[in-house]
């Protein structure tokens, strides 16, 4: 069973008397352990689709099933409680709390979990070691570069342990030389078995996934997977 299954997933909104689908018939699988980007332009839907994915909104119809559980009905409680458990965020301007210091803001999913104190620092201190960052524990994110807040990011979307890591445009505020070591990172991730998927509005980006899902006008128009041979599936 794929770890996200989507079937003819649907979004509509309303605004005063259009109608607009943001999303028409999105029907897919995505793997545990697999490496993906979601591209597409401005208004495609691709942000709506990791808003789905990610549990963060519902859609109009359509069924989706994370992890075994089927969620496109779920209260935006027990959606809350999915993301907390099972998914990792990662966005494109850090989202750091600027008056806690690194290890705080890493520590912030588990205190919603009701994780104690003592396992939520010895966790965030391991997700920190894992992005090189653990003897910056103390700096407030003011005193890091943006390179190293993005790291921070990464530590805090890892310590739960999720079972799938979104990134949304996470090089788009980083200079060239730091995107790519952001993006190298991502791959370290990618060997360890974590799933992942960037979303993301640049093709190079979008070009070092082996699985690569363009979407426009609200529909899959692409999906391509470079482990075999560039065929779409």
Known sequence: MPLLELRDITKVYRLGGETIRALDGVSLDIEAGEFISIIGPSGSGKSTLMHILGCLDSPSSGTLCLDGQMIHDASA??????????IGFVFQFFNLLPKLNVLQNVELPMVYSGVSARERRERSFA???MVKLDDRSKHRPSELSGGQQQRVAIARALVNNPRIIFADEPTGNLDSHTGELILELFHNLHAEGRTLAIVTHDPDIAAIT????EIRDGKIAKNIDARLAGVEK
């Not at 082996?210 to 899902?213: L, T, Y």
Request: overall charge positive; charged content about 40%.
């Open 127 to 129: 997700a920190l070691k």
């Open 77 to 86: 409680r027990q959606l809350a409680a999915i993301r907390n458990r099972k």
């Open 210 to 213: 082996p699985r690569r899902i």
